[in-house]
Nanobody, 121 residues
Framework: QVQLVESGGGLVQAGGSLRLSCAAS????????MGWFRQAPGKEREFVAS????????SYSDSVKGRFSISRDNAKKTVYLQLDSLRPEDTAVYYC??????????????WGQGTQVTVSS
C-alpha cells in the first residue's frame, strides 16, 4: 500500500510562486507514475500535470503549461510541483496521485489528502 502526503500549499498573491511536495511511503516509488490534480469549490477534480517513472516524460494541462513544472526525486521518494505566475483561478485543493500508468485521467490507484493553494488578487 502506498501512502502519499502533500505539503507546501498556502496563501500567495497573484504572480507569486509555491512549491508543492508529495512524499510517498510504501511500495516502490520508482515503479510509480505520478500525477497532480486539483479541485476548486463546486468544480470537478481536474488534471494538472503528470510525470513518468523515470521522470523523462511530463504532461501538463493547457491551463498551467508554461507556468507549472513537475519533477521527481526517486531517491527521496518525492514528487514536486513548482507553481509560478499564479493566478486567482489556480485556487484549489491540490492532490498528488500515484499509479502504474501515467495518464491525464484520475485513474490513479493512490491519492494524498490534498493541500490547499489560495491565490489572492
Amino acid at each position: 500500500q502506498v501512502q502519499l502526503v502533500e505539503s507546501g500549499g498556502g496563501l500567495v498573491q497573484a504572480g507569486g510562486s509555491l512549491r508543492l511536495s508529495c512524499a510517498a511511503s510504501g511500495g516502490t516509488f520508482s515503479w510509480l507514475s505520478m500525477g497532480w490534480f486539483r479541485q476548486a469549490p463546486g468544480k470537478e477534480r481536474e488534471f494538472v500535470a503528470s510525470i513518468s517513472r523515470s521522470g523523462a516524460y511530463t504532461s501538463y494541462s493547457d491551463s498551467v503549461k508554461g507556468r507549472f513544472s513537475i519533477s521527481r526525486d526517486n531517491a527521496k521518494k518525492t514528487v514536486y510541483l513548482q507553481l509560478d505566475s499564479l493566478r486567482p483561478e489556480d485556487t484549489a485543493v491540490y492532490y498528488c496521485a500515484a499509479g502504474s500508468i501515467q495518464t491525464t485521467s484520475p485513474q490513479y490507484n493512490y491519492w494524498g489528502q490534498g493541500t490547499q493553494v489560495t491565490v489572492s488578487s
